[in-house]
Nanobody
Framework: QVQLVESGGGLVQSGGSLRLSCAASGSIFSIYVMGWYRQAPGKQRELVTIITNGGRTTYADSVKGRFTISRDNAKNTVYLQMNNLKHEDTGVYYC?????????WGQGTQVTVSS
């Protein structure tokens, strides 16, 4: 089993910044992809960004140029730097990790952007 612990969510004004972290622990044999998804009230969960173990990144069009994903392979941790936040970025952000033993989700952290 793999456990994911997220941190860094909170309330921020429009135009502000937040940094999310997600640390993976447990029976980790190999991590292929780490990423972040979000779910706004009344909407489906959507991809925000992912990063492969080789450092290749993919971003949703809505966050390109504002969000940056990074990872520390030695610490099995993925980060999400969110700048110039907008009200529409509000939602629960979930960490996701694809490993050799399965696909795992964090418990989610709330991000609220006041307009």
């Amino acid at each position: 089993q793999v456990q994911l612990v997220e941190s860094g969510g909170g309330l921020v004004q429009s135009g502000g910044s937040l940094r999310l972290s997600c640390a993976a622990s447990g029976s980790i044999f190999s991590i292929y992809v780490m990423g972040w998804y979000r779910q706004a009230p009344g909407k489906q969960r959507e991809l925000v960004t992912i990063i492969t173990n080789g450092g290749r990144t993919t971003y949703a069009d809505s966050v390109k140029g504002r969000f940056t994903i990074s990872r520390d392979n030695a610490k099995n941790t993925v980060y999400l730097q969110m700048n110039n936040l907008k009200h529409e970025d509000t939602g629960v952000y979930y960490c996701n990790v694809l490993t050799g033993s399965g696909n795992y989700w964090g418990q989610g952290t709330q991000v609220t952007v006041s307009s």
